[in-house]
């Protein structure tokens, strides 16, 4: 079983997702350029989002360099000097995360992403080892022992990975595409300067001066979550396997990149909601709705990008034999939709709800 989502999210002038350059990061895609939010940047603002948590009722986990910071705070808690429990959590840090015992200063060469279940199991542990060999041995098998263990919400979704340690790899449930603009985009740049507030009324100039890239997109964001593959990262746990779906659904809608939100404020939410629940193993990407860039027109980018994927889920259902069951909600409520006008529904909420139906109770 396959639970996919296909977001319409419009923001205002912004530069959510930075390359190297500073600059808002982009692509080619349909033969002109593109805005581009990376998946990666769009997984974090999910996990991250408040209401994850909130639905899954499990703190979000942490991917981390300072784990020996972690834990030496977790085992002070627990009583222990702040010197023993500053050796305990290094030496558990540099086996756990390189064989060959290596650590950069107090920090772990490579992230760690744990949740907060092993960090607080692992200062356990350790509270009652205090023999250099025994903590060693003792990360070889807590490593060894880790499929074993409850997964946590978001490192059952997203997956982990970590070369030195594959006993501990865990495979994602999710794939996240990187959102893409359904239209062609030039990058804009702001000239800014700033006033030095101190400085005498009769010097003039500005206190410093720069430049910064920015667009304003329609963005077309598209994931699916293999049930069965999460429900294997959760141990078999179908209740905590629906509520991590219904976090991720949620997440997603209100997840906004944090990128220069300062200096812009594009905090916009999606004007259009989809999502799919399919038993067949099938996936269904919508990115190529929009390989002939769409125009605004007088119904605006929004309207066009929706009556795009309106268009193209009538092709790939007319050609394909499929067994989707899609859910759609639109904040414009006069789209006149075609092939999926059955499957709207009118409000956020029910969309949600909608859409956890169709999920396996088991």
Known sequence: MLIEIHLIQNFAPSNLNRDDTNNPKDCEFGGVRRARISSQ?????????????????????????????????????????????????VEFAKYYSSKKGNLNGDQ?????????????????????????????????????????????????????????????????????AHAISTHAVNMDMDFFTAVDDLQDREVTGAGMMGIAGFNSACFYRYACIDYDQLKENL???????????????????????????????AQNPPSFYMSVVRKDGSAWSLANAFEKPV??????????????????????SGFFSSDAQPVVAALDGEIAFDSLKDAQVNTFEAWIQETLIKLPLE
């Open 41 to 89: 940047c769009i997984k974090r603002a999910i996990r991250q989002n408040p209401v994850f948590s909130k639905t899954t009722g499990v703190p979000v986990s942490q991917r981390t360099r300072l784990v020996v910071q972690e834990l030496k705070k977790q085992l002070e808690a627990l009583g222990l000097d702040a010197k023993v429990a500053d050796i305990k959590a």
């Open 108 to 176: 772990t060469v490579v992230l760690l992403f744990l949740s907060q279940f092993e960090i607080e199991q692992i200062a356990n542990d350790l509270k009652e080892i205090n023999d250099s060999d025994e903590i060693k041995k003792y990360t070889e098998s807590f490593a060894k022992t880790m499929k074993n263990r409850p997964g946590a919400p978001d490192i059952a979704l997203f997956g982990r990975m970590l070369a030195d340690r594959p006993e501990t790899n865990v495979d994602a449930a999710c794939q996240v």
């Open 235 to 265: 141990r078999g746990d179908a209740v905590m396997a629906r509520k991590t779906i219904e976090a991720f659904l949620r997440a997603s809608a209100l997840a906004v990149p944090t990128g220069k939100q300062n200096s812009h404020a």
């Open 295 to 316: 125009y605004p027109g007088e119904a605006g980018l929004v309207n066009a990008s929706v009556v795009a994927i309106d268009r193209y889920w009538k092709k790939l």
